[in-house]
Structures are given as C-alpha cells and as structure tokens.
C-alpha cells in the first residue's frame, strides 16, 4: 500500500509532531477536474517517525498520478500513516481547493493506544 520510510524512535513519549506537506491530484472523477491542497498529520509516535522525503515522493507518485475524490485521499493516506508508523495517536486534515466548488475540509482523528 505505502512506499514511504520511516525512521527508527526511541526518544521522548511526550513528543507530538506536526507536518503540513503539499498534494495535488490528476482528477476528481465527481468534478472532472484536478485538486490540490494541504495535509496536516498530527501524530505521536511509538517506535516510528516519518521520512518527509520518502512520504512527499509517495504522494507525488501515488496520489498525485490518479483519479480520486477528496473523500478517497483523506482514507489512503490516513491508512497508510497508521500501517507505516503505528502511531500511539494520528490526525490528519486534509483540505482540498478545486476549481468546481468551495475549499473541502476533511478531518480523520483516531487514538490508537
């Protein structure tokens, strides 16, 4: 499902991260246009930290290259985000900006102890 890194962790177990990286997609199949936005992954880690490098490839390559819905976006990469780094905790904001209706925020909020 997910070709993106992780890093070894064993520091603090208060440390909560926040990462806001950019991603587009080729096509909304409801819209028949592209999109793009922002993600705002809000996670606290248990044995993983995330490769920014490695994530924002995977988006560009996997996310970018097809035909979605905002719905659809916000499912994968929470999905994988949980799989990869098995977090204690994740959040994930997804907004969308579109040519064919108003910005589109979708909010995915899971405690995983």
Not at 7 to 33: F, H, Q, W
Not at 42 to 54: A, M
Request: a negative charge.
């Amino acid at each position: 499902m997910s070709d993106f890194e992780f890093l070894d962790y064993k520091g603090s177990k208060e440390m909560v991260i926040k990462y806001t990286p950019k991603y587009t997609v080729r096509n909304c199949p409801a819209g028949n246009a592209p999109f793009s936005g922002m993600l705002q992954i809000v996670y606290k880690p248990r044995k993983r930290l995330l490769e920014f490098g490695s994530f924002e490839l995977w988006l560009k390559e996997h996310i970018a290259q097809q035909e979605l819905l905002i719905e659809d976006v916000a499912e994968i990469v929470y999905d994988a985000l949980v799989e990869v780094l098995q977090p204690d905790y994740l959040t994930l904001t997804l907004t969308a900006d579109t040519i064919v209706h108003a910005t589109v925020t979708i909010n995915i909020d899971t405690n995983h102890n």
